[in-house]
């Protein structure tokens, strides 16, 4: 039996998607499958955590429903049922204000606030694909976080619904507000592990 994510001749939807073997991680954009890459390391997993503690602190007594990966979003276009929906992503924090949104198999349509923790193996990814994806499906606000030269780049929709010129933030330098959330901002100096000896940031 063939993979249902592993032919090019198709579009595939969220249904192949499920069918998938138990302990793969895949993506599906506009129909096109991408296995996700391998589990990230320990800086990822801290800073995503740090991220969260910080998000769901500020959200305990608000409305805004915080998650961290691994969560399925469905990004459905217009008329796609459930089962055909075409665009599956797993971003790696997000915060939903909505809760119709929210099911038992995760979310189904945008989320207000995505970030995304920025990989080697998945920065084109993070930065292409899914910078499109959210723009076109109204995320108001995407953030890529760099470990690498500790900087923030951050999208915000405008009314017309295309983002804004990205806004680039230097991590050691100050707190970065979230400005779809009044009063939120996030201290990256509780976020990123401590700058090695030897950091040399890298020209933009």
Not at 30 to 38: L, V
């Amino acid at each position: 039996m063939s993979h249902p994510l592993q032919t090019t001749d198709r579009k595939f939807t969220y249904a192949d998607y499920l069918a998938c073997p138990d302990g793969e991680q895949w993506e599906i954009i506009d129909g096109e499958a991408f296995k996700m890459a391998p589990i990230p390391g320990e800086i990822h997993h801290e800073i995503s955590s740090n991220l969260a503690g910080i998000l769901q602190s500020f959200f305990c007594d608000r409305p805004g429903k915080v998650f961290q990966a691994p969560v399925d979003v469905r990004l459905p276009r217009p008329r796609e049922s459930a089962g055909r929906t075409t665009t599956v992503v797993h971003p790696d924090l997000l915060v939903v204000c909505d809760e119709g949104k929210i099911g038992e198999k995760g979310l189904t349509g945008a989320p207000d606030f995505i970030i995304e923790i920025l990989s080697s193996a998945a920065a084109s990814h993070d930065r292409i694909r899914k910078r499109d994806i959210y723009e076109r499906h109204g995320v108001k606000e995407f953030w890529l976080v760099s470990p690498g030269d500790r900087s923030v780049t951050i999208f915000r929709l405008t009314p017309n619904g295309a983002y804004r010129p990205p806004e680039i933030k230097d991590c050691d330098r100050l707190k970065v507000k979230v400005s779809i959330f009044p009063g939120l901002s996030i201290d990256f100096a509780e976020v990123l592990p401590p700058r090695p000896k030897n950091f040399r940031k890298t020209p933009r």
